[in-house]
């Protein structure tokens, strides 16, 4: 059992909260020492092909580099000597590669060799995040389908305002998500982008060739090979970080409402989860739905850092690099927690339509007072009727009546009464934007 951490994300006791195994994994220190010897095997064979290096010298770089079990205690005090445990793995891999060594890491700086192994355990992350936006926008979109015609009370400012169809309100909630997907398509390639530039961003170790290695390399990872080395340009990471904070904040707006519509006095809602007071036993908390609001104010916080870390000194420096090290995983991490609490609640939410309908009647119809002053506009100025109607609405609430039977009482005006009765005559186009929502979501 883990019992020493001062991370969240590595606690056994609120890991399982706000963590995700999957991501944390590719965080590790295996994952991160595994991405780095990744990089190194293949900037030996890069350098094989463009000629820089034997290929004998490249294929057992590569051999040393599969086999290498790394001495942890030494990469720990080389990252407290260097900044980084690069230097410490080098030297490492050098002693493996015996005959070799010469060639290992050639023309390259530590801060390929991070950047890159960084990028390469993002990319299977960024593809398990456009899986799992894709099918929490499919099960929003059947949801909002299948409540198109549920009516329930829309609220602005805490409070009933007019009726709106649960339908809507999902639609709502996906859009978002789809437009996040959407943009993660778009920024992907100017994230996954190979690093390669030498001590200064000019490759000078490699002569003549550095460009060629520069794409051999980018080919042989799988990844983008930028127009130069972008060891101070970090806006590619920041838009990342920008775009985490986007998902988490939608994902935060979608728990807000599932933990409004759980309070005892709305009930309308459930997020699925089965959390208790320890001494409240008739309560179920919406654990799911408030970590999704915790997560999300988290990596807006962070957010900030990341763009601090935009701010590089000169072409390296070592400041605003490490403070990356601190914050992107952890925002990474968090998102991929929000999305996998966002699948189960989406998956396990409830909802009760005659609760709704009960919580529009026991507010005595008051959100159907814009429905009132259009219907009373037709026989009088619409100024006269909007003020009427807040009369009536002033009265009911005092007196704890129907806000159409306190109209009735006030005004002997011609109107069809019993249509403003119904909620569900006064939705406008929430119909045809949730079409609409869901054409746009629709793959």
Partial sequence: MRCVTDSPHASALLGPLVSDGEASALFSDRAAVRALLDFEAALAGAEGRAGVIPAVAAEGIAAAAAKLRPDWDRLGEGSAASGHPVAALVAQLRDAAGPHAGFVHLGATAQDAVDTALVLRLAPLLRRFDRQLGDLVRRLATAAADHRRTVMAGRTRHQQAVPITLGLKLAGWLLPLARHRQRLAEMAPRVLVVQLGGAAGTLSGLGSKGVRVLEELGRGLGLGVPPMPWHVQRDGFAELAGWLSMVSGALGKIGTDLALLSQSEV?????????????????????????????????????????????????????????????????????????????????????????????????????????????????????????????????????????????????????????????????????EFVDRALAFARP
């Fill in 267 to 431: 009930a309308e809602a459930s997020d699925g989860s089965v959390g208790s007071s320890s001494v409240m036993p008739q309560k179920s908390n919406p654990v799911r739905a408030e970590t999704l609001v915790t997560l999300a104010r988290a990596n807006a916080g962070l957010l900030a850092t990341m763009h601090h870390a935009l701010v590089h000194d000169h072409e390296r420096g070592g400041s605003a690099w490490s403070l990356e090290w601190l914050t992107l995983p952890q925002m990474a991490s968090q998102t991929a927690a929000g999305l996998r609490l966002a699948g189960e609640a989406v998956s396990e939410m409830r909802f009760d339509a005659g609760r709704m309908r009960d919580n529009i009647d026991g507010c005595g119809r008051g959100l159907l007072a814009e429905a009132a002053a259009a219907a009373l506009s037709e026989a009088m100025p619409r100024r006269e009727a909007v003020a009427l109607v807040r009369r009536a609405s002033l009265e009911a609430r005092a007196a704890r009546v129907d806000l159409i039977d306190a109209l009735r009482a006030l005004t002997g005006v011609s109107v069809d009464w019993d249509s403003l009765e119904d909620a569900a005559t006064w939705l406008g186009s929430s119909d």
